[in-house]
């Protein structure tokens, strides 16, 4: 595989393949093994991840890249290979989550900065020996009627700057998430306020990329959708893909290769709607794919449910997702593709 940053980019983004996120830190992936009463600990987040990265089909045809978290980058599977083995013989990147998460950004109240640049050069040198080629962070932007402010936004999109500066250095490609929550109460998350924040925290994104001298042919944009907060959600699949192809169109250069969004705050099948939506009819100069969570292991995690017997329903689920996602970033996904499946 070429080490050129410009061309592991084009690989993660290319082609409908897209990023499997499985870099929840050790509390996130706590919660979601709550919702199948099971207990988090090292060998059963070991059995989790293993049963997602030897879903065969799923990262071979599917899945360009993994973000790990720290633990899993340097574990193994059940007999002893390495996890980064197994997702290297799927033709697939392993990447890493870099930040250490968004704490109170102190001076702005009900706002987060993300953290994790201390010590980060030396870090990242640890990972890219130990395979990884692409690494995260996300910076996490709150709407209400009064946020987000201009500090936050800046302090985070300096954050992500400075971030992927130390990547590119370290011949890793950054992948560069600015988060905007949907969550803000009713009434006060319009799609027109959405569109608007998300508007200006990619200006900001681009301005600070821009003056830590970021190679753009060298990283990766993963952003939220522009939708309306998700407690009383009323746009249309169509809108939702126009106000974002809209303000990508109006803030994300040409230079840069790709394009991979998260899936928090939709649903499993919005998040393949909205990105098939996104991908059809529309005249784009990125690849826009996936990088997601939530919409590509909640099914699956569902149906393992924490069972050596249910592995190979657990999969199956998986691949399913992955191969609707894949449909959805080609701009092919319809309903009906979902059901046959
Ligand atoms: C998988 O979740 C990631 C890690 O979250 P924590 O650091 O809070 O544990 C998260 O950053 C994820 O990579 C992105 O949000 C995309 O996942 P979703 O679920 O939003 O698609």
């Given at each position: 595989m070429s080490e050129r940053i410009e061309d592991i980019a084009v690989k993660m983004v290319a082609g409908g393949k897209g990023l499997l996120a499985a870099d929840e830190s050790t509390a996130t992936i706590k919660k979601r093994f709550d919702t199948i009463s099971l207990v988090s600990t090292e060998e059963s987040r070991r059995d989790y991840r293993e049963?997602?990265?030897?879903?065969?089909?799923?990262?071979?045809?599917?899945?360009?890249?993994?973000?790990?978290?720290?633990?899993?980058?340097?574990?193994?599977?059940?007999?002893?290979?390495?996890?980064?083995?197994?997702?290297?013989?799927?033709?697939?990147?392993?990447?890493?989550?870099?930040?250490?998460?968004?704490?109170?950004?102190?001076?702005?109240?009900?706002?987060?900065?993300?953290?994790?640049?201390?010590?980060?050069?030396?870090?990242l040198?640890?990972?890219?020996?130990?395979?990884?080629?692409?690494?995260?962070?996300?910076?996490v932007i709150a709407v209400s009627d009064t946020l987000p402010t201009f500090g936050a936004i800046k302090a985070n999109a300096h954050a992500l700057a400075r971030y992927?500066?130390?990547?590119?250095?370290?011949?890793?490609?950054?992948?560069?998430?600015?988060?905007?929550?949907?969550?803000?109460?009713?009434?006060?998350?319009?799609?027109?306020?959405?569109?608007?924040?998300?508007?200006?925290?990619?200006?900001?994104v681009f301005q600070e990329?821009?003056?830590?001298?970021?190679?753009?042919?060298?990283?990766?944009?993963?952003?939220?959708?522009?939708?309306?907060g998700k407690k009383v959600r009323k746009a249309s699949v169509e809108q939702v893909a126009e106000r974002t192809v809209k303000v990508l169109k109006e803030t994300v250069p040409s230079a840069v290769p790709g394009i991979a969004f998260l899936s928090g705050g939709q649903?499993?099948?919005?998040?393949?709607?909205?990105?098939?939506a996104?991908?059809?009819?529309?005249?784009?100069?990125?690849?826009?794919?996936?990088?997601?969570?939530?919409?590509?292991?909640?099914?699956?995690l569902k149906a393992w449910g924490g069972k050596p017997e249910n592995v190979a329903a657990g999969q199956r689920a998986f691949t399913h997702r992955a191969e609707m996602n894949y449909l959805a970033a080609k701009g092919n996904w319809t309903k009906d593709r979902e059901q046959a499946a």
């Amino acid at each position: 595989m070429s080490e050129r940053i410009e061309d592991i980019a084009v690989k993660m983004v290319a082609g409908g393949k897209g990023l499997l996120a499985a870099d929840e830190s050790t509390a996130t992936i706590k919660k979601r093994f709550d919702t199948i009463s099971l207990v988090s600990t090292e060998e059963s987040r070991r059995d989790y991840r293993e049963m997602l990265f030897r879903s065969d089909d799923a990262m071979r045809k599917y899945i360009s890249g993994v973000i790990l978290y720290e633990e899993t980058l340097f574990q193994k599977a059940a007999n002893g290979t390495p996890f980064v083995d197994i997702i290297k013989a799927a033709d697939s990147i392993p990447g890493i989550k870099v930040d250490v998460g968004a704490k109170p950004l102190a001076g702005f109240p009900g706002e987060t900065v993300t953290e994790g640049l201390d010590g980060l050069a030396d870090r990242l040198a640890k990972y890219y020996e130990a395979g990884a080629r692409f690494a995260k962070w996300r910076g996490v932007i709150a709407v209400s009627d009064t946020l987000p402010t201009f500090g936050a936004i800046k302090a985070n999109a300096h954050a992500l700057a400075r971030y992927a500066a130390l990547c590119q250095q370290a011949k890793i490609v950054p992948i560069v998430e600015p988060e905007v929550l949907m969550d803000g109460e009713p009434g006060t998350q319009s799609l027109d306020r959405s569109e608007e924040v998300t508007r200006w925290t990619l200006q900001v994104v681009f301005q600070e990329l821009a003056e830590a001298r970021i190679n753009l042919e060298g990283m990766i944009l993963k952003p939220s959708m522009v939708i309306d907060g998700k407690k009383v959600r009323k746009a249309s699949v169509e809108q939702v893909a126009e106000r974002t192809v809209k303000v990508l169109k109006e803030t994300v250069p040409s230079a840069v290769p790709g394009i991979a969004f998260l899936s928090g705050g939709q649903s499993t099948e919005e998040a393949t709607a909205h990105l098939s939506a996104i991908n059809s009819g529309h005249d784009l100069p990125w690849h826009v794919t996936f990088s997601y969570g939530r919409a590509l292991q909640d099914s699956a995690l569902k149906a393992w449910g924490g069972k050596p017997e249910n592995v190979a329903a657990g999969q199956r689920a998986f691949t399913h997702r992955a191969e609707m996602n894949y449909l959805a970033a080609k701009g092919n996904w319809t309903k009906d593709r979902e059901q046959a499946a």
